[in-house]
């Protein structure tokens, strides 16, 4: 398997999702998957888990059948700005993914851009999620320079024009083109909402092949990798995954 690290997956907690989280680690146990995160909706999505459930998930053991799980949240960028969940909530998780959700209805690119440039630029945000949604019409230059001066991670989300953002892909395509001209780090999430679409990145690999980028820029490559990429950004070592996972295992 080339990805060994799925960085956006939902559960039942999410009412819309299907799964568990045993049975993701059962699942990616089966395909080889070394580790995945965890990122249910942030509360103002209406069918997402009350906020407790993000503080809980210290509860849940790091490593399960073999596989580690990441603690994590996708939040939503709000129309005031800033994010759904509180700073003392978002201190607890090990990865934390921003993006627009149907919680904010859609108005102009400039006010888009404004509200992703404030997010990026808070240090509260690991990923930004599915940033070629045509939906919320972007800024991309401006956005994806900033996410590369703050060392946030741009997300190739392989349920785009799958499953839904229908008409994503064009876009996503010149995200992809821009983050590889500008040197952008960048996290493929399946986003699946059933867990037999973990790690299914096919819709990824087409769009990364269309924007002719390499694997260097792309973290899922190893679970180590992605614990260098979270510390890089200021989170504290995992200390069970670092005595677990080898260098670029």
């Not at 999620?129 to 939906?135: E, K, L, Q, W």
């Not at 867990?195 to 096919?202: G, I, L, P, Q, S």
């Amino acid at each position: 398997m080339r990805f060994l690290v799925d960085l956006h997956t939902h559960t039942v907690a999410s009412d819309h999702a299907y799964s568990t989280i045993m049975d993701y680690f059962n699942y990616a146990a089966d395909i080889g998957v070394q580790m995945f995160a965890c990122t249910d909706h942030g509360p103002a999505v209406a069918d997402a888990p009350h906020k407790w459930h993000f503080k809980n998930l210290r509860v849940i053991p790091r490593i399960v059948n073999g596989v580690a799980m990441l603690r994590g949240a996708e939040t939503n960028i709000m129309p005031s700005g800033g994010l759904d969940l509180e700073d003392s909530i978002l201190a607890g998780l090990d990865i934390v993914l921003a993006g627009f959700h149907p919680n904010y209805m859609p108005t102009t690119k400039e006010e888009h851009t404004r509200l992703m440039l404030d997010v990026i630029a808070s240090g509260k945000v690991d990923v930004i999620a599915h940033p070629g949604n045509p939906n919320y019409p972007l800024d991309l230059e401006a956005v994806l320079t900033a996410a590369k001066e703050h060392q946030v991670a741009i997300e190739i989300n392989s349920s785009s024009s799958v499953n839904t953002r229908m008409g994503s892909h064009a876009n996503c395509v010149k995200v992809a083109t821009l983050a590889k001209k500008i040197g952008n780090i960048i996290a493929l999430g399946t986003d699946a909402h059933f867990v037999t679409y973990m790690a299914n990145f096919e819709e990824s690999l087409k769009v990364i092949a269309e924007a002719g980028m390499g694997y260097d820029q792309i973290i899922n490559t190893s679970p180590a990798k992605v614990l260098d990429f979270l510390e890089s950004r200021g989170h504290a070592p995992i200390k069970e995954l670092r005595a677990f996972f080898t260098p670029y295992s």
